[in-house]
């Protein structure tokens, strides 16, 4: 990864800024979004090197001063307009404008070029040395689509897996090692998941229980692999919210690992041992 992973943010909250300041979703979706910010900047607003001559590209989807001029002339209807809304210091502090940017800079472009194509903006946005971007923002936007299948606010029903599958499309990453396990834990962060198992209602979970609490148990055994010293020597858990004999043995494993006695079943000692690893 050429990129620093050091400000990477969760997909929970990448996808949430990008529905919350995305003035166009029928037309440049919020999974296509999130393709551009992933392939971009890895879910970073930092001020990173532009090219010789262009300036420091910012926000999430890493555009210089001069790029920014048709999401100013969104709101301006002035071309060339290089200082408001969108400059590079206001960008670079306002994750929110960073977020807007990359929508509204494509709704300018379709304006000013005064054509209707997705793909055409798409271009216009990449330049011509990156054409060969936009068909894997495109693969990536169709994959998230596929995978999230409209439950945008409710993570329990998301697959991290499939959703890493789909951001590989845009830009590729390890799929294990260490840089695998810094950046899902970022994608992914522990101690939000440890708070969706603790909001579930069900004190004690056991094996053939199925749903939210399941789920989140999966993720965070998975993750607790490798925050604690010593892996599992068990195969990686699929998060498909099932419990069955592989998520059996993965928290029999954990509890032994942690001086609880091995019975599976997830309860209130359990439960307290993931939040200590938080």
């Known amino acids: 990864m050429s990129l620093p992973m050091n400000q990477v943010r969760s997909f929970f909250e990448m996808l949430s800024l990008a529905v919350a300041n995305n003035r166009f979703p029928g037309k440049f979706s919020n999974e296509l979004l999130i393709a551009i910010y992933w392939e971009q900047s890895l879910f970073q607003n930092l001020e990173q090197a532009g090219k010789a001559g262009t300036g420091p590209r910012v926000g999430f989807g890493l555009l ?46 379709a304006r000013i070029h005064e054509h209707e194509s997705i793909r055409a903006s798409l271009d216009v946005y990449a330049a011509v ?6 068909p894997r923002w495109l693969a990536c936007e169709a994959e998230l689509k596929s995978v999230l299948q409209g439950f945008t606010f409710d993570p329990l029903k ?21 840089v695998y396990n810094r950046l899902h834990a970022k994608l992914f962060p522990f101690v939000d998941i440890l708070s969706l198992l603790l909001g579930q209602s069900q004190p004690f979970v ?21 925050r604690q010293r010593g892996r599992s020597e068990l195969p990686r858990l699929d998060v498909d919210g099932w419990f069955g004999p592989k998520t059996y043995a993965r928290v029999r494993e954990f ?23 938080a």
């Open 64 to 109: 210089e001063q001069g790029a920014m001029r048709p999401a100013n002339f969104l709101h301006t209807g002035e071309f060339p307009n290089d200082t408001h809304p969108y400059t590079k210091d206001v960008v670079v502090r306002d994750d929110n404008m960073a977020a807007a940017l990359t929508p509204d800079c494509l709704e300018g472009i």
């Open 255 to 277: 509890q032994g690992r942690n001086s609880i006695s091995p019975d599976g079943v997830v309860g209130p000692q359990t439960k307290t041992a993931l939040a200590k690893i």
């Open 129 to 134: 040395t990156f054409k060969y971007l936009p």
């Open 206 to 226: 056991a094996q053939g229980s199925s749903g939210r609490a399941v789920w989140a148990i999966q993720e965070l055994l998975n993750q607790a692999s490798f």
């Open 158 to 178: 998301w697959d991290p897996m499939k959703i890493e599958r789909a951001l590989r499309k845009a830009r590729a990453f390890p799929t294990q090692g260490p």
